[in-house]
């Protein structure tokens, strides 16, 4: 299947400063793609190159396999930043104004994409009467005009309080049934691994690592376990079979394993028969916090 988008080699520098060093990934058709890095990783330059709106200085792109155009333009909706949509003015007279600028889309597109944001009670609201969570749905309503088959955003819960996270969230899941593609830059890394299927992660321009969120995020299985005296359970593990290294966390002793080979069962007789009784005993993979921190980590 051939990817929406496809990076290969983008540079950019201000001045002196490298915003993105030979960066290349592809994104693949449907995937909901989280682009993280720290402040400063190069992530919104990137953002505004891909959508024409800045030029990188060396490297290309291309949409659908094709070099950016006006034409594939049109079929990628994106939120950069809030609109600037007139205080007074109802959440239809709005996007009225919206789809006259901009062209995308059609005036009976309006109720259909107000629906899929959640705000057809409210489209006769004044826009300064909608919550911070209201306000950025409709600049994704914005985005939906013209059905885009991908849509770009820009930390799309920047700002938001709890409530309205969970809103957006829940509206990225819902565009991604039905069949959009969604590229989406965050530093909200436990939000990016409840909604992402893919990601990339960016720090000083550089690309780190890209893939599927499990793959990235699950290099190598991770068993905790636990009884009366961990320090003699960290000794006695030191000489279990297969394991790569093992580390004692507090009351808890952590075991490490190259990914899909951690034998828990073995594990577990292998302690009972040295006369030890776990009172735990756990498999877990790498948070995208973890992973995240390891990977940018100086």
């Given at each position: 299947?051939?990817?929406?988008?496809?990076?290969?080699?983008?540079?950019?520098?201000?001045?002196?400063i490298?915003?993105?060093?030979?960066?290349?990934?592809?994104?693949?058709?449907?995937?909901?793609?989280?682009?993280?890095?720290?402040?400063?990783?190069?992530?919104?330059?990137?953002?505004?190159?891909?959508?024409?709106?800045?030029?990188?200085?060396?490297?290309?792109?291309?949409?659908?396999?094709?070099?950016?155009?006006?034409?594939?333009?049109?079929?990628?909706?994106?939120?950069?930043?809030?609109?600037?949509?007139?205080?007074?003015?109802?959440?239809?007279?709005?996007?009225?104004?919206?789809?006259?600028?901009?062209?995308?889309?059609?005036?009976?597109?309006?109720?259909?994409?107000?629906?899929?944001?959640?705000?057809?009670?409210?489209?006769?609201?004044?826009?300064?009467?909608?919550?911070?969570?209201?306000?950025?749905?409709?600049?994704?309503?914005?985005?939906?005009?013209?059905?885009?088959?991908?849509?770009?955003?820009?930390?799309?819960?920047?700002?938001?309080?709890?409530?309205?996270i969970?809103?957006i969230?829940?509206?990225?899941?819902?565009?991604?049934?039905?069949?959009?593609?969604?590229?989406?830059?965050?530093?909200?890394?436990?939000?990016v691994?409840?909604?992402?299927?893919?990601?990339?992660?960016?720090?000083?321009?550089?690309?780190?690592?890209?893939?599927?969120?499990?793959?990235?995020?699950?290099?190598?299985?991770i068993?905790?376990?636990?009884?009366?005296?961990?320090?003699?359970?960290?000794?006695?593990?030191?000489?279990?079979p297969?394991?790569?290294?093992?580390?004692?966390?507090?009351?808890?002793?952590?075991?490490?394993?190259?990914?899909?080979?951690?034998?828990?069962?073995?594990i577990?007789?292998?302690?009972?028969?040295?006369?030890?009784?776990?009172?735990?005993?756990?498999?877990?993979?790498?948070?995208?916090?973890?992973?995240?921190?390891?990977?940018?980590?100086?």
């Amino acid at each position: 299947m051939q990817p929406v988008l496809t990076l290969n080699g983008i540079c950019k520098s201000y001045g002196k400063i490298q915003a993105l060093k030979n960066v290349a990934f592809e994104v693949p058709e449907g995937s909901v793609f989280g682009i993280l890095g720290p402040n400063g990783s190069g992530k919104t330059t990137m953002l505004s190159i891909i959508l024409d709106i800045l030029k990188a200085d060396a490297g290309s792109f291309a949409w659908f396999g094709q070099p950016g155009s006006p034409e594939t333009r049109k079929q990628i909706g994106s939120l950069l930043e809030t609109p600037n949509f007139y205080h007074y003015l109802s959440a239809v007279d709005n996007l009225n104004i919206t789809h006259a600028i901009s062209g995308r889309g059609s005036a009976a597109d309006i109720d259909h994409v107000l629906e899929i944001v959640k705000l057809s009670e409210r489209k006769r609201s004044r826009f300064s009467a909608y919550s911070l969570g209201m306000k950025q749905r409709l600049a994704i309503a914005a985005a939906l005009l013209g059905d885009p088959q991908v849509l770009v955003f820009d930390e799309p819960t920047n700002g938001l309080d709890p409530v309205g996270i969970a809103e957006i969230r829940e509206l990225i899941k819902e565009l991604a049934r039905r069949g959009k593609t969604i590229i989406m830059a965050s530093h909200l890394l436990d939000e990016v691994e409840k909604v992402c299927t893919h990601v990339a992660i960016l720090k000083k321009g550089t690309l780190l690592t890209a893939g599927p969120v499990d793959e990235v995020l699950t290099n190598e299985d991770i068993v905790e376990l636990s009884c009366s005296n961990p320090i003699h359970l960290h000794d006695l593990l030191i000489g279990f079979p297969g394991h790569t290294h093992i580390k004692l966390e507090g009351n808890k002793v952590q075991l490490f394993f190259p990914i899909g080979t951690a034998p828990m069962e073995d594990i577990n007789r292998y302690c009972f028969e040295k006369g030890i009784t776990l009172n735990l005993l756990f498999a877990k993979k790498k948070s995208l916090e973890t992973k995240f921190f390891e990977l940018t980590n100086d």
